[in-house]
Nanobody, 127 residues
Framework: QVQLVESGGGSVQPGGSLRLSCAAS????????MAWFRQAPGKEREGIAA??????????HYAGSVKGRFTLSHDWRKNTLDLQMNGLKPEDTAMYYC??????????????????WGQGTQVTVSS
């Protein structure tokens, strides 16, 4: 059974940085996709960044709203997917969720494309 555990949320002022981490366990296939979604109050859950894993590497995909500010990194040994968030804005305030699928997605994908979800971690950007 795949399990995802997020960490690293918190409160920060506009322009600040946070780093989220998602630890995955239970995967037996090196080819899979992991992603970060977020959901603000009253809004739908949206995908912001995903990484397609394959033997020897991975390819990242970003939503336009975070491209250039957020960066994914994957540690094969620990099987963690980190999201470095720089230049945070108040509109980045949301609950952030890690998601994963055994499928190989060559794009961000939607919520229905992912089979496993973490419990979420809150990010608040406010002065």
């Amino acid at each position: 059974q795949v399990q995802l555990v997020e960490s690293g949320g918190g409160s920060v002022q506009p322009g600040g940085s946070l780093r989220l981490s998602c630890a995955a366990s239970g995967y037996t296939n090196s080819r899979h996709t992991m992603a970060w979604f977020r959901q603000a109050p009253g809004k739908e859950r949206e995908g912001i960044a995903a990484m397609t894993m394959y033997a020897g590497g991975g390819k990242a995909h970003y939503a336009g709203s975070v491209k250039g500010r957020f960066t994914l990194s994957h540690d094969w040994r620990k099987n963690t997917l980190d999201l470095q968030m720089n230049g945070l804005k108040p509109e980045d305030t949301a609950m952030y969720y890690c998601a994963a699928t055994s499928g190989v997605l060559w794009e961000l994908g939607g919520i229905n494309d992912y089979d496993y979800w973490g419990q979420g971690t809150q990010v608040t950007v406010s002065s």
